[in-house]
């Protein structure tokens, strides 16, 4: 918790001090609608120049659309797209300094690679030594030295996708927008490129605009994670933040498995579960006040009886491999999900122990409206 303060306080000095470099992107109110629903309500985002941002949330909750308007493929109904300072809200695609990567490679079937790569230079009416020069570099890049010649079909997945980003890379965009683009990887592909993006990202210094329903691959990848539901952001920070300090159930339950239970908070730094009171960090949530306390699977340590602040049974135990996982039944019938590397056998009575610093404290909705949207404010 130290750390993530000094974490914090750092950034919100850097936000507020002079050293910081101008945002590269503004969404500034972005309001757009489809056929009379409202898909972005007011939407306020900011890019910095080579941050990794990733927008995260379920599918439909309009993150293509965000990513469309920032292309410029998709015209906000108000609000305005702000990009180094001059407003592009209606400068078409072609000349904003992005390109998009999307989900399907959407590569040409019929040309090589090489012929693929360079399509969008021979455009810009490039000379071939400079396009040959480009095609070598990006298949470096993307680690597929030698593939100029191959052809489309000849190339698995990932490679399609590898190439894909390539052909974007080659026209030095300022931004790269990718929407998805691992979705039809399968899982140790998609690890494999996560890392690879990530190493782009550090040799090109490009600013990367993310697009992703996975919340392991935000936390992975991300300097910056937006989550999103239902065209509302929800909260917006370091995935160690995100993580660590979910600002409400929605984000909380979206971003990894967690216990979330009602709680009374007694006073600062001390929080009621179940009848049992726990030690925690949290304050101002003034006193005997209902409030969700959440509790990560892995910050729970099972202990004997006696030595809990709660007592519960093992009622469900399974080997993951890495850990063990146990749901653990307490007297109020609440069944808590623990991880831990220590295994205890259905029917055993334990001890629940938590750390005050991994309890997380947050307000309860006002209203059923509020916990649909998660407006927390
Ligand atoms: N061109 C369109 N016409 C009508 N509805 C659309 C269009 N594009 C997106 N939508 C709707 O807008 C909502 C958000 O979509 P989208 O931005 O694609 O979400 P996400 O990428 O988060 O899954 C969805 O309900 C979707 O059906
Ligand atoms: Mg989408």
Known sequence: MGQLSAQFLTEATEYGGFKMSQPLIDLVNITKSFDGDIVLDDLCLSVKENEFVTLLGPSGCGKTTTLRIIGGFESPDQGKVIFGGKDITNVPPNKRQLNT???????????????????????????KSYIDDKIRYAL???????????TVDSLSGGQQQRIAIARAIVNEPKVLLLDEPLGALDLKLRQD???ELIRLKNELGITFIYVTHDQEEALTMSDTIVVMNQGYIQQMGSPEQIYNEPENAFVADFIGESNIVDGIMLHDELVEIAGAKFACVDKGFGCRKPVDVVIRPEDIDLVKPEDGTLQGVVTHLIFKGVHYEMEVT???GYEWLVHSTDMFP????????????????????????????????
Request: a negative charge.
């Open 101 to 127: 990567v999307f989900q399907k490679y959407a590569l040409f079937p019929h040309m090589s690679i090489a012929e693929n790569i360079a399509f969008g230079l021979k455009i810009k009416k490039k000379s």
């Open 346 to 377: 259905v029917g055993e009575k334990v001890g629940i122990h938590v750390e005050p610093f991994d309890i997380q404290i947050m307000n309860k909705p006002a209203s059923e409206d509020e916990e649909a949207v998660g407006i927390d404010e």
């Open 193 to 195: 490129m996560q890392y």
């Open 330 to 332: 307490t007297p109020d």
């Open 140 to 150: 470096k890049l993307v680690n597929l030295n030698g593939f100029e010649n191959r």
